[in-house]
């Protein structure tokens, strides 16, 4: 059975810090791209870091610079370093892990930047 689990998320004052994490299992860890999405109050589910099977990481413009997504393989669990925070950061982030066909999900975790 395939889990994805993030934690981390909560209040945090605009310039402030969170990590987030996304622990997984079910899955072969090192075969899957690995990403960030997020969804703002209202508006629609938006990626915000991608990390490809082979390391190589992307990034939304409206987080380069302040975020950075990074994984621990030997506990099959991805990461986002979230920086600067300011309130339009304020979401549900989902993390997801996918190898094509199979896309998976988590629940996700809710970050809310405000003074």
């Known amino acids: 059975q395939v889990q994805l689990v993030e934690s981390g998320g909560g209040l945090v004052q605009p310039g402030g810090s969170l990590r987030l994490s996304c622990a997984t299992s079910g899955i072969i860890f090192g075969l899957y791209n690995l990403a960030w999405y997020r969804q703002p109050p209202g508006e629609q589910r938006e990626l915000v870091a991608i990390?490809?099977?082979?390391?190589?990481?992307n990034y939304a413009d409206s987080v380069k610079g302040r975020f950075t997504i990074y994984r621990d393989s030997a506990k099959n669990t991805v990461y986002l370093q979230m920086n600067s925070l300011k309130p339009e950061d304020t979401a549900v982030y989902y993390c997801k892990a996918q190898w094509t066909p199979y896309v998976y999900w988590g629940e996700g975790t809710l970050v809310t930047v405000s003074s």
């Open positions: 990390m490809t099977s082979g390391g190589t990481t």
